[in-house]
């Protein structure tokens, strides 16, 4: 089995910063990356940010330049950084990790608001 947990989600004002973490554990053999999608009540889930084959990350053009994903393949986590928040960043975030199937963990608030 593999079990993700995720932290770091808050309140913040617009034009602040916020980490998320996502650790994974369990039988990670034969993981091929990581990710973070989010959903808010008025879009559908989106994907934002992963790192598989290639170290580099990559983005959804909406955050990016905004937002930095990176990941720790031996402790097997994976962090996004988030700035310049605004309102419509404000979502339920969920990372992700693939290993041979994808698994998904329980979602961290983040809410943007003044």
């Known amino acids: 089995q593999v079990h993700l947990v995720e932290s770091g989600g808050g309140l913040v004002q617009p034009g602040d910063s916020l980490s998320l973490s996502c650790q994974a554990s369990?039988?990670?053999?034969?993981?091929?990356?990581m990710g973070w999608f989010r959903q808010n009540s008025q879009v559908e889930r989106e994907w934002i940010a992963s790192?598989?084959?290639?170290?580099?990350?990559e983005y959804a053009g909406s955050v990016k330049g905004r937002f930095t994903m990176s990941r720790d393949e031996g402790a097997n986590t994976a962090a996004l950084t988030m700035t310049s928040l605004n309102v419509e960043d404000t979502a339920v975030y969920y990372c992700?990790?693939?290993?041979?199937?994808?698994?998904w963990g329980q979602g961290a608030q983040v809410t943007v608001s003044s």
């Open positions: 369990g039988d990670l053999i034969g993981i091929r990356g």
């Open positions: 790192i598989g084959r290639w170290p580099e990350p």
């Open positions: 992700y990790v693939d290993v041979m199937r994808r698994y």
